[in-house]
């Protein structure tokens, strides 16, 4: 465990330049472009709708009640069509006599 502590700690203080000349570039950085909008996130600007895909989960919502609304009704139409049987017009000329 030691070793891998060891390695790690190697690998991180392995930097071209240190932490703090680090956040002096970026703040000199930040204020040299007024505060670099364009490194900002564009979700800054996003309402909450757009942000959680509101429109896109409500579409696929509504498409998959309405294929399971088709598909019980298609169920049932053949649930009716095989198990209940009709009478014929043979049967029923027979019948009428």
Same mark, same amino acid.
């Given at each position: 465990?030691?070793?891998?502590?060891?390695? =790690?700690?190697?690998? #991180? =203080?392995? &930097?071209? +330049?240190?932490?703090?000349?680090? @956040? @002096?570039?970026?703040? /000199?950085?930040?204020?040299? *472009? +007024?505060?670099?909008? *364009?490194? &900002?996130?564009?979700? !800054?600007? #996003?309402?909450?709708?757009?942000?959680?895909?509101?429109?896109?989960?409500?579409?696929?919502?509504?498409?998959?009640?309405?294929?399971?609304?088709?598909?019980? !009704?298609?169920?049932?139409?053949?649930? =009716? =069509?095989?198990?209940?049987?009709? +009478? %014929? %017009?043979? /049967?029923?000329? +027979? !019948? !009428? /006599?």
């Amino acid at each position: 465990y030691q070793k891998t502590v060891n390695h =790690r700690s190697q690998l #991180m =203080r392995d &930097q071209p +330049k240190s932490p703090r000349d680090v @956040v @002096v570039y970026w703040t /000199e950085y930040a204020i040299r *472009h +007024k505060g670099a909008p *364009h490194l &900002q996130s564009p979700v !800054k600007g #996003m309402a909450w709708y757009q942000i959680y895909n509101v429109d896109v989960w409500l579409s696929l919502i509504v498409i998959s009640i309405a294929c399971l609304y088709l598909d019980i !009704k298609i169920i049932i139409a053949l649930v =009716r =069509r095989c198990c209940y049987r009709t +009478k %014929t %017009t043979g /049967e029923l000329k +027979k !019948k !009428k /006599e």
